[in-house]
């Protein structure tokens, strides 16, 4: 995604991943059996200020036919200086369950591996309990979120 760009509002089903940087604003977009983890990329204001288009009360949820066998949701890929990780807000997020385990399960950042590329920390806690009522609806409402 383009620098400032903001994809609000769509549902993705089955979709490929897509990176983007933090100035991009992903907000109230529902994914659906996610085939590949989005991936938050470098280019983190370099003044030290928070990132200000971290995805936004977007939700992430996988049925039990999910085409995404590892099940990660998000990558937080950041500079190669580690002295420079940041630490992610996306508590604001649905994951269509609320069992933090699971949740912790669908990110890959620093608290899962040494790689120096992921040495950001993504929050997620504490999980809102339903999505919000801006983000569109669930069309597989019946089939339930593993």
């Excluded at 369950?97 to 993504?122: E, K």
Aim: avoid cysteine; charged fraction near 15%.
């Amino acid at each position: 995604m383009s620098k400032s760009a903001t994809v609000k509002g769509n549902t993705f089903i089955d979709s490929a991943a897509f990176a983007f940087d933090p100035s991009v604003f992903v907000q109230n977009n529902l994914f659906i059996n996610m085939i590949d983890p989005l991936v938050l990329i470098d280019a983190f204001p370099a003044n030290g200020q928070a990132p200000t288009g971290i995805p936004q009360r977007n939700s992430f949820l996988l049925k039990n036919d999910s085409p995404n066998g590892n099940r990660l949701v998000i990558e937080s890929h950041g500079t190669y200086n580690a002295s420079t990780g940041h630490s992610l807000d996306f508590s604001n997020n649905f994951w269509g369950v609320t069992d933090n385990m699971t949740i912790q399960s669908r990110m890959l950042d620093s608290t899962d591996t040494a790689n120096p590329r992921l040495h950001n920390v993504i929050l997620y806690a504490p999980p809102p309990q339903s999505p919000d009522p801006a983000t569109p609806a669930d069309p597989q409402s019946a089939a339930p979120n593993v």
